[in-house]
């Protein structure tokens, strides 16, 4: 049975415990999120957390969601980086990362 506090449900899994976002995903299912989800998450985070208008608790789950966000956003966008790049022998013969340029 869910557990509410400050009107955020907590489950207790095997794995831990779990906090369910405002938008109704939980920290297991972020991983799930495309790119563009989650940034208009973090934006969505972002844009109450301006606004100032809420109280201490709230704000602080919105920051905390929000840095949870950009820290995925953030993995996807060095795993999107690291698919791009190829591997070359420079001059020396050592093997470098180059970035992928289309020929």
């Known amino acids: ?3 509410f506090i400050n009107n955020i449900e907590v489950d207790d899994t095997q794995s831990g415990v ?5 938008s109704g995903i939980k920290d297991r299912d972020m991983e799930t999120l495309t ?3 989650a940034f ?5 985070a972002v844009a109450a957390l301006q606004d100032g208008q809420m109280p201490l608790e709230q704000a602080l789950h919105h920051y905390e969601e ?5 820290q995925y956003c953030n993995d996807l966008l060095q795993k999107a ?3 791009v790049q ?3 022998v ?3 013969g050592t093997p470098v990362m180059i970035p992928f340029e289309a020929e």
Do not use: I, S, T, Y
């Open 90 to 92: 420079n001059d020396e």
């Open 40 to 44: 208009a998450q973090l934006e969505a």
């Open 81 to 83: 980086e690291l698919r």
């Open 35 to 37: 790119f563009e989800e």
């Open 66 to 70: 929000g840095m949870k966000l950009a």
């Open 18 to 22: 779990e906090h369910e976002h405002q």
């Open 86 to 88: 190829q591997l070359r």
């Open 1 to 3: 049975m869910p557990v």
